[in-house]
């Protein structure tokens, strides 16, 4: 009796765990509303409870989070390899996979130095798998270099494209859990769970991630480093320098990360500042700090990235860099990076500067439209997931336990689509892929709202947006929501990397063995891509006179898009007859 006794007035292992428990959540949830510090060490605790321990969970339903987990990330790994063996390469792509292959065989910094280098080294580790001839003899540009390395170096152009894409892959998976945990540490598992499955079925998130770019990977890493900023308004220590790693790879990808630097630097500040909440005294002077141990963590990345690369740190660019004044060449000036990196920036004002063409709901024009990047994203959004979007965004501003979270999950990629607004190259909405990244977090906040029928509005609206993803397997990159009229009908309204990449010369070429064999053709490709190589003989109808263009007319989408001139009569006077991929066009003359 007298053992069972002390064995009652011990506290019930359930019922600490569960006050554990609370209190944890409490604190992830909103850390800044606690005025009153832990008990530490010595201090009063409540009398223990002598409440029976509640049952433990069955092991089916510990198991159940993790697997409903991996069935999300499977089926976005499904769609992603099953796109990646499919499409040929895209316009940019053969660049990227040509300077992994000299920086592993040469070791210079030479092709594509308008980037910097930390996204084609992750390529790099793919190239390194297909292990392919390179010809370092070859004296093209970077586009010219990165043909001759697929087409007429003697590699298999197939196995070397997607060994180059799977690192994207699954780095793009990874992404997904930080959308996941982010979402979890804010609202709980099914928020997680919520978060996760907007980011799984996203056309645009698939569509980017299955390619060996580097969009994908730059706004990835800027999502982790908000996640890791808002765990470290707990623990300071570990997340801040993790925080100044995920920024520094951002930075070591694209330079387009840049703007978002004094919103991380702030947040920085911020959380180490609110972690000091117990002793306000040199609570300024700490977070100072926090923000200086992130820009220089960040920077050595940078530094690292390049170093990698060419420890010598030679400067051997392969065009021409022009020279930038004023404000943008003191910026460019002042940066503490190599000055490859400042080349790039160089490189990238100066293609600011081009005119290039833009094509919005139907109307080609010259120039830019600062409302570009909305309207895009109104197009290629799932209608549920823009619903969603909208709704989290007022939750985790109007909740008071979710307020402190706003900045950490909204504010980043506001700043980062304002600096996008402004740039002279509409062409798709791949330079907004952080928005669907940060969105899928606050969306799945919805369900931390107590109204009862939160989560089946929201479990309905996941649904349908996984259905609109599903339809358009296995083409997402010319994918538009319902209201659009769906990816058939994107390239009325879009244009390049939104609908035609040159992601289809492959489909192409079967189309053309399977339905029209013999057949004349005629063929205006916008692409990287060589047809020949897959079997497509074809002449440029632009370069003989009109009334001998007779047989098949094949033009790429993005090409219909800005027709003008005799490529626009030879258009208007034939009959289209079949589409490939959703982005190009069979006409019959």
Known sequence: MGRLDDHSRRPAAGDTAGRKMAHEQHSVLDPGTRDDPPPRDGAEHPPPSTTPAPPSPRPARRWLLPLLVVVLLGQMAAAMVTTAVQQTPTI????????????????????????????????????????????????????????????????????????????????????????????????????????????????????????????????????TSAWL???????????????????????????????????????????????????????????????????????????????????????????????????????????????????????????????????????????????????????????????????????????????????????????????????????????AIFVPMFLAVAAGLVLALRWRWAPLVTGALVAFVAVSSVRTFPYYLPYSNEAFGGPAKTHLRLHDSNVDWGQDLGRLADRLRERYPGERIWLVYKGSGVPAYYGIHAADPRKVPPRQVRGLLVVSDSSVAKARGRLAALIDSSRPVDEVGHSITIYRR
């Open 92 to 223: 940019d792509e053969p660049i990227y996979v040509a300077t992994a292959a000299d920086y592993l065989h040469e070791h210079r910094v030479r092709l594509n130095p308008e980037h910097p280098p930390l996204g084609k080294l992750v390529i790099a580790a793919g190239v390194a798998v297909a292990d392919p001839h390179v010809d370092a003899a070859y004296k093209g540009d970077q586009g010219k270099f990165g043909r001759h390395l697929l087409y007429e170096s003697g590699n298999d152009p197939w196995r070397l494209m997607f060994w180059a894409r799977l690192p994207m892959i699954v780095l793009t998976l990874l992404f997904g859990l930080v959308v996941f945990a982010f979402a979890r540490e804010l609202a709980g598992a099914a928020a997680g769970l919520a978060a996760l499955a907007l980011y799984a079925f996203s056309p645009d998130v698939i569509a980017q991630g299955s390619l060996a770019t580097l969009d994908v990977p730059a706004a990835g890493f800027v999502l």
């Open 229 to 431: 900023l808002w765990r470290a308004r707990r623990r300071p220590k570990p997340y801040v320098p993790l925080a100044g790693i995920a920024l520094g790879a951002g930075l070591a990808t694209k330079m387009s990360v840049l703007p978002v630097v004094p919103v991380l630097l702030g947040l920085a500040a911020w959380s180490v500042w609110r972690a000091g909440h117990e002793d306000r005294r040199g609570a300024l002077l700490r977070a100072a700090a926090a923000a200086a141990v992130v820009a220089v963590v960040a920077m050595a990345v940078v530094w690292a990235s390049y170093l990698v690369v060419d420890p010598r740190l030679r400067r051997s660019p392969e065009q021409s860099v022009p020279a930038v004044h004023g404000l943008k060449g003191l910026l460019v000036r002042i940066l503490p990076f190599p000055e490859s990196y400042r080349d790039g920036m160089r490189i990238q004002f100066g293609l600011e500067n081009y005119p290039w063409q833009g094509f919005l709901f139907g109307h080609l024009y010259t120039g830019s439209r600062w409302y570009y990047l909305p309207a895009a994203l109104l197009v290629k959004t799932p209608l549920g997931m823009l619903a969603l979007w909208a709704a989290g965004a007022v939750v985790v501003v109007a909740v008071r336990r979710l307020r402190p979270a706003a900045p950490y999950v909204l504010l980043a990629p506001a700043v980062l689509l304002a600096s996008a607004m402004t740039g002279s190259r509409d062409f798709g909405t791949r330079y």
